[in-house]
Structure formats: structure tokens, C-alpha cells
């Protein structure tokens, strides 16, 4: 682990030195929220600690843990014990051949920081004390997580400089990429050092950092406490029938303050991820850093890597989600839009024009509705889509269903609440659509164009401001009938 500004190259060596398992970059752990425990803040891991799951000679530093992953929202107990098992497999003795030191591997500067003399032995810090270390290296975790918060809202002023000198100023407001989750940011800052994670604007393109973070949410899942039993039993062969269950699940307010107690559930702009609801970001006039909840884009992110056992993970914002998977249907939407093609389950895009930015995304419900997280004051709920008369709508379809003989769970569909739209829509244009590859479960087709039986407007030019890259793109954009040419 490099500590401190910069990125140690050195090895971890002595009982230290491992080989990591070469990874894609889009590879993420995350539970199915069926296996998910209730007490999940932004992370996909339990508040609780398995403590069978340490080692026999660790198992008393249990406590320890359970407290240095209760410090902020985003570092829990499993990605602490996580690690400590990468770090120095659970050896509190252990040294790096960069002077790393201890359970939690500080180096001396960065201990001198964040180490306390946790068990009052007045004795002073000590890395090579299990309770000393626990707890200092919670504090740098959430130090780093805010560091990263900072950087992502154009507020931070460490600083973003290498171990070979290179260096570059602080992000501006809008320049750090928000499509890349904060805990996984903090790891390869814990990793890199806080100062790389700053430089490349993201993770470290270096190979033990970018080994480093899928490890570490790998081994998390172990660590977490026992799964919750009170919830879904989703199990249908079509993962994005699944995708709108879970959806629908945030627009019960019971359910959702039983899955969150002690948390009030709200639209929050930049909330909410891959792993669940979290608290939102500082950016394009809101500051929703302490609005806990989902934008829409945060919320389509969620379903469909829960629904696919965390094999895909979409961007962060509704106009690049909308780029992804298979084209289904597309035109000004309207009552006689074709939904002849479009199944319950399959995400819809919003444009005020074609060609446009698509400012919101949501999934299609079946019976002429949608589920969605719109705007503030706000949460999940579900809609008709003739809220969209008059803009642009594209359906995209994200995941294959499943080749397996039968449905599993033929009642999902009724759990899901997503009858088809039977006689609602019309058919009057339907894009040809190309196969779908054999090779990959997700492709992206070509699209080939029909002639639809009424002109189409040009987008019209939009300004700096709506150019820019937004972390959940849903600001609500006013909805008028398209005139009749």
C-alpha cells in the first residue's frame, strides 16, 4: 500500500508480497439485493461483520473492525477486513520492503497522521498494535473518501502529484469524471495514494492498483454479515424483468424505510450507484452531498447490475446510458408510438429532440407506465409514459435473458407488476433491428433507420451549459405536444 501522496512503486514484500490475479477494469462484486442485508448505507456490504470469517488468532479484533468501518457511509466492516487480508494477511507484525508496517500497512509519515493510541496504554501509536492500526487506517479510508468527494466536486486542494514528479493542478468543478463509484476511487487512493487518484482523474492506471480494488470488493463478500432473509425472491430468467422488480421495489416507501432505517429516502442529484441508494454530490446548482437517495440514472445503474449478479455495471449518466445495449424502439413519443417490440424491463431515454441530450432515463413498466426516480421532493414512483408525449423516447434493451429451459419464476412477471401494454399504443414505425450477436451478450447494433411518416426536427444547438457531462442527467425538461406538421 502507498501511502501518503503519490504512488509507491516497491512491491509488497516479505510475508507482503502476493500475486494479483489479472482482472478486467469492469469487473465489480456486488450482492443481489435479494442477498443484500438490510443495513446497507451506499455500499453493497453489511454494517455487520462475519467475524467467523477472520482467522482464529483475529477473531478479537473484531470489535476493532466493526468500529473502523462504521466511520463513514462508504467504508464498511467487510472492505476493512477486506484490507487487512490484501495488506498483510492478517499479520500484525508485518513489514513491506517499503517500511510499510503492521495489520494495516502505514508507512511512517501517513501514521504519524492518522495513528492514535487507541487502548490508552500510554504507550503512544503504534502500527504494530492491532487496535491502533484498525482504527487508523478507518480514518484514512473515510479521509480518502472525502478527498475524493472534494475532487469530484472541484473543491479540493491537495495534492495531485506522482512518485516520478509528474503533477497537475486540482480538478475544476465538472472536470472529474462522476461515473466511477467513491469507494472504489478510495481503495486505489489507499492503494496509489490519494495524490495519483487525483492526477489521473480516476483509478491509477497501474497494475496492482487496478488488481487491487476488484480484489478487495472480491474478499468483501465474505467478510459481510449474514444475508437478510425478509427480502425479494426474484428468479426469472429474464434478468431485466428483474431489474424493473427491484426498481419498483424503492417506490413502496415501507419497503424502502425498512431497508434503510433511520435514513429519509429522497430524489438526491449524483445519488445512488451500482450498490444502492447514496448521498448525492455538489454539482450544476444542487448540493445534495447530504440528500440521501437516487437520480435516475442512479437508480437504472442499480437495477441492472443487481439483476445481473453484478456481471454489468452501465455508466453513470442517462445520456451515456442510453448507448448502451440493444436499440429496441425509438421516435417521438406519443399515443401512436409503436411498443409493439418493447417488453417490461427495457430502459426508455428522453430527449426534447432527436439527435438531442437525453436529460432522463427510466424503465419501462409495461401498461403504458414507467418507473423512475424524476425530481426533487420527490423519490422513486411509478408513472404513465404519456407524462413524455411530444419528446423523444429511445428503448434500449440491456441483458440477455438467460438460455435455460423454462422460467424459474413464472409469477415475476406478476411481482414485477408489468402486464404488457396490449391495445394502449398503435403500431406506425418500428426501426429493423440486426440480430444479436452470438459473441457477446451485450452488443450495440447498428441502427438502421425507417422512414417515419412524419418530419423530424434537427436537435437544436444547446448551450455550454447543457453540454456538459451531468451525474444523473434528469432534470425535468417541460413536456408539450409535438405540433402536428
Known sequence: ?????????????????????????????????????????????????????LPAHARSYAPYVEKAGSMCAEITPAIVAAQIEAESSWNKNAVSDANAQGL?????????QYGRDEDGSGNGADPYNPQDAIMAQGRYDCAIVGFVKQMREGTYTGGCRLNDGRERPPPKPGEFPKDTDILELALAGYNAGEGAVCYFRGIPPFSQTKAYVPKILKAAAKYGGTPSTATANCTTNDPNLCALYLAKQYADPEWAAKKHPGKKLTYSWGGGGSKG?????????????????????????????????GRFTLPRTADQQRRQGDLVAEGYGGKNFDLSKVHPGDAVAFSKARGGHYYHIA?????????????????????????????????????????TGGDSCPSCAVQAGAPRHGSDYVSVWQPALPPRSSAATLTRPVRRRGSPPVRVRRAPRRSSRERRARPGGCRAAPVRPRPRP
Not at 510475508?15 to 442485508?37: D, G, R
Open 1 to 53: 500500500m502507498g501511502f501518503g501522496i503519490g504512488f509507491v512503486a516497491a512491491g509488497l514484500g516479505g510475508a507482503l508480497t502476493a500475486t494479483f490475479a489479472v482482472v478486467t477494469a469492469s469487473y465489480m462484486v456486488a450482492f443481489l439485493p435479494w442477498e443484500e442485508p438490510e443495513s446497507v448505507d451506499s455500499g453493497s456490504y453489511s454494517r455487520s461483520l462475519n467475524a467467523n470469517a
Open 104 to 112: 494495516s500497512q502505514f508507512l511512517p509519515g501517513t501514521w504519524r
Open 277 to 309: 441508494p447514496s448521498y448525492g454530490i455538489a454539482d450544476s446548482g444542487y448540493d445534495d452531498r447530504n440528500v440521501f437517495g437516487f437520480d435516475c440514472s442512479g437508480l437504472v445503474q442499480y437495477a441492472y447490475h443487481q439483476a445481473s449478479s
Open 363 to 403: 424503465i419501462y413498466a409495461g401498461g403504458g407506465q414507467v418507473v423512475h426516480a424524476y425530481t426533487h421532493g420527490r423519490f422513486v414512483e411509478v408513472q404513465p409514459l404519456s407524462n413524455y408525449h411530444g419528446v423523444y423516447w429511445m428503448f434500449r434493451r440491456y441483458l440477455e435473458p438467460l438460455k
